[in-house]
């Protein structure tokens, strides 16, 4: 019998969600427009890591960088129409996560 083939287009978005933080900066930038240090400082991630992140989110067209002209720059990063889109699909997840993912405080019995 033949095994059906995946989707290269669906492969793509999982491999892109599934890199560590990167469902969680879309996650939080579901709040509307924050400055590099408001993330950081919300999801407890390294500068370098944000900065990867955020720039790859921004070359797939999820995240926009607004250059805001006053002194000092302020610069704002937020989600794009294509960003915005993701919302259902990470709360159907924190939904899933709050019925099935036990966490560390969790007991380890059933």
Known sequence: MKQPTICPKFE???SL???RWTALVIYQLLLGPQR???ILSSIGISGKVLSDR?????YHGLVKR???PE???IIEYSLTEKGQSMEP????I???SQLWVKDESDSTEN
């Open 71 to 73: 002194t000092p720059v």
């Open 36 to 38: 590099f240090n408001e």
């Open 66 to 68: 607004e250059v805001i």
């Open 94 to 96: 924190e939904n899933w």
């Open 17 to 19: 969600l599934s890199q």
């Open 54 to 58: 955020l720039k790859e989110l921004e």
């Open 12 to 14: 793509k978005a999982i």
């Open 89 to 92: 699909i990470l709360r159907t």
